[in-house]
């Protein structure tokens, strides 16, 4: 009997087909065991079996395309990847010809968690959720479908993304004082903050200390309910690493991506888009589009005119997205070659909405995306009561006290 793989074990032991209270037949690796059982001890990417493929270092095309150098070898000279290095962006998993790099699995000790939890467990939803369960899976129908897998709600995280974006958008009025100054958008991506942090350090000055929407809801959720387990899911593999970072290790609990959510949908054989709705609308146009490309420079542009109608400064965005086009236009800012004064980086082609652990193709998800902030009620962060309400229960009086704001919102690179 051949020994089944990484991908094998994981499904058959969501779908039950072995029992973790058992010990493990002898067709599974235990190594693979360990990994599923515990994540956080391993890289949000690991290789699914002994890499042999490429002998010498200078040949391993995965090696050669990680710019955070979480690839080496360990010291019996196999190929290791870097638990604290390894940002999630997924570059060598499409690098490796041979196919043994593999993203980690969160699923085990997330739903674990949910199951045996003595508080609450909330969902936290990325905005580039919209359609990725099937088209007519409203917001409404994945709270039930949640609910029946035992979460007490779902929050959506573009809230959290409007107000961060009152906080950047004051951010840019405060620094911003001439068109010689600028500014990195410093709220979103988690790839592009490890590439101002590990490979342009000397940019650092210009990104404003905030912690991403993801963070923010998870701290908001603690803070409201101590005890609660928090679980992000969205089409990013990178925010596995982010959530463990530890400086704000203290907001999410576990990171499920899109794929993973689908199947444990399909394990628990739960089809969302036959349950009933449960309407809530709680997220502004702006928060929505923080899932693809330029969706910051807008939102926070668009803030800035509203808070500070009489300056005279504008936004002037540039935007990248994909690894390869983000470097290039950190080395125009560097070299002078730019007269934008705000710079947003996404680390995935399109936006989140191109994220590795999408379920819609890129074009697709976008299409959703800007489906989904068309329809909403409010299209700024400022003209959504929601966000004041929360202010409100955080006991931040004004807008401005954001800025002051030394524990939630807040990270010090």
Not at 190 to 206: D, G, N, S, T
Not at 319 to 335: F, I, N, P, T, Y
Request: aromatic share 8%.
């Amino acid at each position: 009997m051949s020994e089944k793989n990484f991908d094998e074990l994981y499904r058959d032991i969501i779908k039950r087909k072995i029992s973790l209270e058992e010990p493990l037949p002898p067709v599974y690796n235990p190594k693979h065991l360990e990994c599923l059982l515990h994540p956080e001890e391993y890289a949000p990417v690991i290789p699914a079996e002994e890499c042999d493929s490429c002998k010498e270092a200078y040949e391993r095309a995965c090696q050669n395309s990680c710019i955070f150098d979480a690839i080496g070898t360990d010291a019996k000279g196999k190929l290791s990847i870097h638990p604290e290095k390894c940002v999630g962006c997924e570059a060598c998993i499409k690098a490796c010809e041979s196919g043994k790099l593999i993203a980690a699995k969160d699923v085990i000790p997330a739903m674990k968690a949910v199951r045996e939890k003595t508080g609450k467990a909330y969902v936290l939803i990325a905005p580039a959720f919209f359609g990725q369960f099937q088209e007519d899976v409203t917001p409404g129908k994945l709270r039930k479908a949640f609910r029946a897998l035992g979460f007490d709600g779902m929050v959506e995280v573009a809230l959290f993304a409007d107000i961060l974006t009152m906080k950047e958008a004051l951010e840019f009025d405060r620094q911003i004082q001439s068109q010689s100054d600028f500014q990195l958008t410093s709220c979103c991506c988690p790839i592009w903050i490890a590439m101002i942090r590990k490979v342009y350090q000397e940019l650092l000055p210009h990104v404003p200390g905030a912690v991403s929407p993801m963070i923010a809801a998870g701290r908001v959720i603690k803070r409201l309910y101590p005890d609660a387990v928090t679980v992000f899911v969205g089409p990013c593999m990178a925010k596995k690493s982010e959530a463990r970072e530890e400086d704000i290790a203290d907001a999410v609990d576990y990171v499920l991506t899109f794929q993973e959510v689908q199947d444990i949908f399909d394990a628990a054989d739960i089809h969302p888009e036959q349950l009933c709705e449960e309407e809530k609308n709680h997220s502004s146009k702006a928060g929505r589009n923080y899932a693809k490309t330029g969706g910051v420079s807008e939102a926070v542009a668009e803030t800035v005119r509203q808070l500070r109608p009489e300056s005279r400064l504008q936004v002037l965005s540039e935007q990248a997205d994909g690894v390869s086009e983000c470097r290039k236009m950190l080395e125009r800012l560097q070299h002078g070659e730019t007269t934008a004064n705000f710079f947003e980086g996404m680390g995935c082609v399109g936006g989140c909405v191109g994220g590795p652990k999408a379920i819609l193709d890129r074009k697709e998800g976008c299409r959703q995306v800007e489906r989904y902030a068309e329809e909403a009620v409010y299209k700024t962060p400022l003209e959504n009561p929601y966000v004041m309400k929360m202010m409100e229960w955080l006991k931040l009086d004004t807008v401005e006290e954001l800025l002051e704001d030394e524990e939630l919102f807040v990270r010090r690179f």
